[in-house]
């Protein structure tokens, strides 16, 4: 007796289908694996990129970061120079910061041309402009690659097996610093101080150390340290400088009604945010006439020449004026610039013919300095740390 199901049917013997599921499973496994691989690619190029773009940020940093005329502290500048050094120490970072543990080579452009993988020139920042011409350098344009041209294009591992055996690159930054500053600014709160010496002194006296041909001091950037032998760059003794009966060019940076202690504070470590305070914004800079008003202080006293001389070699800021009037603390200053210095010798003690306190310019980077200022008059030597920013 044969056995049927309910409904009727009957039961019918299903074909055998051994290995199927293993034939299914090798096929995903190798989609699989091709993926995995082709991941492996995908990642490897990112990390190019980024590596490229190291590279890149690096350079540029580098290059504008090493901008500093030293002809031009005698106002006897020398653009062929800055633009050499400043070629050579992108070449060397680019160099240092390989992309793959390949060296990336950066051509140097030394023509400069505005098509090349380094540009050197002016960025304006009050209207966003780079203009490589300028020779007042303040930025560099910087392009690394890795293709059939420069330094090779980057290798993949499996995309060949599809016909791709490798990929070309190029990454690119720009840097620049200020260097019109017209001002400084610390928020409240913020622990940064500025470079902002409590002295002032006659713009006039300022432009005629170079005629004055006074060199007697070398001064040592790197080291910060100061030697008794001429360094070429000339030299000014600030005091006595009397201006006004009663003063000396001693200014008050915030509190008018300050001490001996907050000057003596300023000397070794600048203003800092609640000096600023007294300012609108928290920012001591030049009005739109191009002009800062400060009050003065009585004169420089021999308590404060300790603090002088603790900070000899040290790269500072000091404020030039055109014209003052009153006498003592009622006097007014009319700053119009800023200029970078460094003290390079200290006497406050013995007959007043006697005393001096003998700068020169030097070149100071300064965190709390804005930019905006004018063209060249504002300030000289003074300057922002450099910033990537995109400039073309």
């Known amino acids: 007796m044969r056995c049927c199901p309910r409904n009727g049917r009957r039961w019918r013997r299903r074909p055998k289908r051994r290995g199927m599921v293993l034939v299914f499973a090798a096929l995903l496994l190798v989609g699989l694996m091709t993926i995995c691989a082709l991941t492996v690619d995908v990642g490897y190029l990112c990390v190019a990129r ?65 098509s090349g993988d380094l540009v050197l020139g002016h960025y304006h920042s009050t209207t966003g402009t780079f203009d490589p011409q300028d020779t007042k350098y303040n930025s560099a344009y910087v392009r690394v690659r890795r293709d059939s041209v420069q330094n090779g ?32 600014q610390i928020d409240a709160g913020d622990q940064a101080t500025c470079k902002l010496l409590p002295f002032t002194l006659q713009i006039d006296l300022w432009e005629a150390r170079r005629t004055n041909g006074i060199d007697e001091f070398a001064y040592q950037a790197a080291s910060r340290t100061v030697s008794r032998w001429p360094d070429g760059v000339f030299e000014i003794d600030i005091y006595p400088g009397k201006v006004a009966p009663g003063n000396f060019g001693t200014i008050d940076i915030g509190n008018e009604n300050n001490a001996t202690t907050d000057i003596s504070r300023q000397i070794r470590y600048g203003p800092n945010a609640d000096d600023l305070s007294f300012f609108p914004n928290h920012i001591v800079q030049l009005g739109e006439d191009g002009i ?52 390079l010798d200290v006497k406050l003690t013995g007959a007043m013919n006697s005393k001096y306190v003998k700068i020169q310019p030097c070149y100071t980077v300064d965190g709390t300095a804005i930019g905006g200022g004018c063209d060249g008059t504002t300030s000289r030597f003074v300057r922002t740390p450099p910033r990537l920013r995109r400039i073309r």
């Open 50 to 114: 980024a590596e490229l773009q190291r590279t890149a940020d690096a350079a540029a940093l580098a290059g504008v970061s090493v901008m500093q005329d030293m002809a031009d502290l005698n106002s006897t500048p020398n653009p062929a120079s800055v633009a050499s050094t400043s070629r050579t120490v992108a070449c060397q970072y680019s160099a240092w910061n390989p992309c793959r543990s390949v060296t990336v080579v950066l051509p140097r452009n030394d023509a400069n041309a505005a």
């Open 153 to 184: 294009p980057v290798s993949l591992f499996v995309a060949p097996v599809f016909g791709y055996r490798s990929v070309e690159m190029s990454m690119d930054a720009a840097a620049y610093m200020e260097t019109d500053v017209r001002g400084f």
């Open 292 to 343: 800062l008003t400060l009050n003065g202080e009585t004169g420089i006293s021999a308590a404060i020449k300790d603090d002088l001389a603790a900070i000899i070699g040290q790269p500072r800021i000091l404020p030039l004026h055109a014209t003052m009037r009153g006498n003592g603390d009622t006097a007014y200053f009319d700053i119009v610039a800023f200029v970078g210095v460094t003290i």
